[in-house]
């Protein structure tokens, strides 16, 4: 459902506490409303965020991100022959929200794809309860999708129908998108925190968000430590400071400590190497291998933070996640696990997943959900995305075209490279270098090259 004509002139009033001196924001208040967009921010698929940012500008040039804009182009521009089904590229391009049901509340969508609704087979009976969240699909029983069914928010009260925020009242957001309860104790340690001894340096400017507004900062909430001032002050606009962007130099993620069950699937990938600079040059890719880069789109922020144990390095994502945890449980209508870790149903897993992703299950106890890839009489492409057997060529940027000899041969012409200096080697990814590859393609601009140096370093 695209945002309605209502939503798109709705807005919602911040109150900025400015540094005159600096021309910064210190500090915003804002309600309840606000604060359900930031949150939601960590419940949208990457490939949502992709979507919804891609066209933006980014004020400047920061490799944060490149790699995930260059994957979610090569999905766009790949033949529907290469994938499953024709939905497979849907799914990936426009991935559902696991957490839609509480996202209907929002005063503000960033996704121009929200869906508010599923899918019944039209064989529907007391015998066979399949639904989908795509009606383009086909059920098990050969039946089609045709019965619409409209979303219902989880929860709704006489008093107050948020997202997840339950409370109204009045909060403190930072700069760079710390929630605080709007108390003087907190502007106080704000405060004392950035130098500020001189309220008289502080003006208080009124602004109003809407849906332009709330995307951009959507947008530098990734890729910048002070996406308030760069959404909202006007000679800032669109400008990042690079003084406060995160560190060029990637940095490889932790690695969580092994609980429970972890996954075991390891991937085969061919990489080609400079051995004169330790880059690669390309790799040759798997039908599995790609499965994997493109299962990152139906990954939701906050799932990707805590993967990466809440270092992503994406500009103020890792406050948005921490904020979950500094706001009393009370106040939000869903456990805070949930929102730090919505997950991925397991319809739209790939097949071979080397990264521990949590399975999130449907509110529809009544329905059984279907893979909206199924097709009957080919099971075995069952949680593929794409066919098996197919190879690809992947740039150290992340851009991949289907394997054949003109696409090799470009890459070596164009990086004027002699055959001495070429060294082929195999290896297998498996949970570490998976975790290294998705930092990386988030935050640098060679992901297979820095990712694969972070997973020698980490070994």
Known sequence: MASSDEEKSTTIGLKLLVDKTRNKVVAAEANEDF?????????????????????????MNTSLMRCMYNLYESVENLSADNFVTEICKTILLNPRNPLAEYCMNLKLHVDDYYPDSYFQCSNWSNRHWYSCDYSQATCSCRGTFTEQVFLKPPHSTDDYQGAFVKVKMTFLISDDLKVMTNSPSYLVQLFSNLGL???????????????EEVSRLLKYSLISKSPLTDVFLPCKKGKVDNTILPEPNYIPPSLPEVQGKTSTSKLSLKIILRKSTNSVLFAEASDDFVDFLFSFFTLPLGSVVKLLDGNSGLGCADNLFRDVNSLDEEWLTIPPENLLDAGVKGRYKCLKQPLRIQDREDMYYYSQFVDPRYRPGQEKYSGRFIKPHYLFVASDDLTLTPLSSASSIGFLKEHKVPISDIEEQVILVGEAGALCILKASLTSASALTDGLKALNSLL
């Open 197 to 211: 001894n001189d309220v008289n340096q502080i003006t208080e400017i009124s602004v109003a968000a809407g849906l």
């Open 35 to 59: 604060v359900d967009i930031l949150l939601s921010f960590l419940t949208l698929p990457l490939g949502t965020i992709v979507r919804a940012t891609k066209d933006q500008p980014a004020g």
